[in-house]
């Protein structure tokens, strides 16, 4: 460390920042990698969104100074490159539920697990609506509800697990040792 030179204490600053500030965005990226692979679960796609929305929920309610509004961005466009969804619309989803947990944090945290589910319930119903109304303008039809109705099921069906997950990580790197 004595020896080091100023320049390159300050690249290992810019670097660790960029890294901290890249890393959800990365995190977000191969989860929508992962689950594109052509696994043979029934509903992939629908859960490869749901999963992503979930985490920008839990990554925004438990580390929102690693999760801005500009870092989702950059990580809901290198989702979008594997998600079957319209243009836009998951990171139109991911920016609107971040921002929604930030402006409801403080109540969700002292509301608890139901209450944070109940308002995913909403936002994962409104996002299932308008991916049903914007493939129905696309498709100038009236298409089936069903689908729309599966995916905002699944995604409220898999907050419980998604919820032990996030805490049990928490735990496990937050606990304080005796």
Known sequence: MIFEEKKDLEFRAWFKAFLR????ALGLGVLALFFSVPFRIPGRPELQVAILLEAVWFYTMYAPQ???AGNIFVGGLLCEI???TPPGFLVFWMIMEAELVRVVRMRLC????LFSWFLFSFVSCG???SLWGLFALRDFLFLSPH???FFCLLSI???PLFYLLWN???YFFLRTKR
């Not at 500030?21 to 959800?24: D, I």
């Not at 002292?110 to 697990?113: A, K, V």
């Open 147 to 149: 689908p729309a109705m």
């Open 82 to 84: 594997f998600v079957p």
């Open 66 to 68: 690693m999760m801005w």
């Open 127 to 129: 996002a299932s609506l």
């Open 168 to 170: 049990s990580v928490l």
């Open 157 to 159: 069906g898999i907050y």
């Open 21 to 24: 500030f890249m890393l959800p």
């Open 110 to 113: 002292e509301g608890g697990f």
